[in-house]
């Protein structure tokens, strides 16, 4: 079967660092999505890994290691407005279009 | 960038009526769009994959004759939920992807309608 899993609540504080972690077994792995989503709105593309290491975007790095079905999304430089869900996301049995989410991390930044 | 329109934004209604959402691409072509259904602190529950020119296809336990989907064109998919119940009411949302870009493309969500069904 196929399985995402995160942490469903977290809260850290403005200009503190944060780490979001997600744990997946999917059958055919073809890379790792994280979206974040405002209450009540779509949710956003942040990042994808394919490959194992860290890729950095400004204050947003997402991590993947293959071999342990392990990735995480790190938030530097925290400020208010990244309060949000941070969804983990995977393509569903291989090379398709189907993502399967997980249940998303519910990120509060507090003054 | 890409966008999707989605709409309305908010709707409520009456049990037993058909309500009937909308979603465009409007700077892009979508072979594929895809529905989604959340429902309050959950994530995002892939409902059906809407195919240009085609039928839909459906995920396990969602019923195709409740949830009317159509894809008459390259950039508007629409979802027809059918003699709606309070059970219905939830945050629907559709996302697509760019013709002729792969799996490994992020896809296009829309703003998501919110859905109560009194």
């Known amino acids: 079967g196929q399985n995402i899993d995160q942490p469903t609540e977290m809260t850290a504080t403005e200009g503190a660092i944060v780490q979001i972690n997600c744990t997946y077994q999917?059958?055919?792995?073809?890379?790792l999505f994280w979206y974040q989503q405002h209450a009540g709105e779509a949710p956003t593309f942040l990042s994808y890994?394919?490959?194992?290491g860290l890729e950095e975007k400004g204050r947003f790095s997402s991590f993947l290691s293959r071999s342990k079905g392990y990735s995480y999304l790190l938030l530097k430089e925290l400020q208010m407005k990244d309060s949000a869900s941070y969804l983990c996301?995977?393509?569903?049995?291989?090379?398709?279009?189907?993502?399967?989410f997980g249940t998303g991390t519910l990120l509060a930044v507090q003054p | 960038g890409a966008v999707v329109s989605q709409h309305p934004s908010w709707v409520i209604c009456k049990s037993g009526t058909s309500v009937k959402i909308e979603c465009r691409s409007l700077?892009?072509?979508?072979?594929?769009m895809f529905w989604y259904r959340q429902f309050p602190k959950q994530s995002l529950m892939l409902m059906a994959t809407?195919?240009?020119?085609?039928?839909?296809?459906?995920e396990q336990g969602v019923e195709k004759d409740k949830f009317l989907i159509n894809h008459a064109s390259l950039t508007l998919s629409t979802l027809t939920v059918t003699s709606a119940h309070p059970e219905d009411s939830s945050f629907y949302i559709c996302?697509?992807?760019?013709?002729?870009?792969?799996?490994?493309?992020?896809?296009?969500f829309g703003d998501g309608t919110r859905l109560s069904i009194l």
């Open positions: 996302s697509a992807r760019e013709k002729g870009t792969a799996y490994n493309q992020p896809q296009h």
């Open positions: 996301a995977a393509p569903r049995g291989g090379a398709t279009n189907k993502l399967i």
């Open positions: 999917t059958s055919g792995f073809n890379g």
């Open positions: 700077d892009f072509q979508a072979t594929t």
């Open positions: 890994n394919v490959l194992d």
């Open positions: 809407s195919n240009e020119g085609s039928k839909a296809t459906y």
